[in-house]
């Protein structure tokens, strides 16, 4: 860089964006145990260090990022996501704890007694499977 050229600003909400686009990328390809702050940053081609600024560890920012899965307007693969986080014990603690908060509440308390929570679950099992074939396998019903 010229030493009479500004200093490049760069752009927090382009830069967290891109972080969350490669975090979800990485978590639904190699799941949350195999994906790593470097190689998240890498993907979103930023330093590590910046993302830990934003989101401050691995498991912050899978929290963070498991909240933003109830936001249907981002492109994101959440059926690849849960999947991939059974295997690993934290990711299965953040997936069950924002499935049980954003999905299994909200529905149940929309759907009323009797058994309101044991119906939001098959309700919710039911859809889990369908986005699954939808989404991963691109399979579409007739």
Known sequence: ???????????????????????????????????????????????????????????????????????????????????LALGDAKAREIAAKVTQEHNVRPLAAWLGPPDAEARALKILILATGYLTYARQLTITPS
């Open 1 to 83: 860089m010229d030493a009479d050229s500004p200093p490049r600003k760069r752009n927090a909400a382009e830069s967290r964006a891109r972080i969350l686009s490669a975090a979800q990328q990485a978590f639904a390809e190699i799941g949350y145990s195999q994906a790593g702050i470097r190689e998240i940053a890498a993907i979103a081609g930023v330093s590590s260090t910046l993302l830990l600024r934003y989101y401050g560890s691995k498991a912050g920012f899978a929290d963070y990022l498991a909240g933003v899965l109830v936001h249907f307007d981002i492109a994101i693969h959440p059926p690849a996501m849960v999947q």
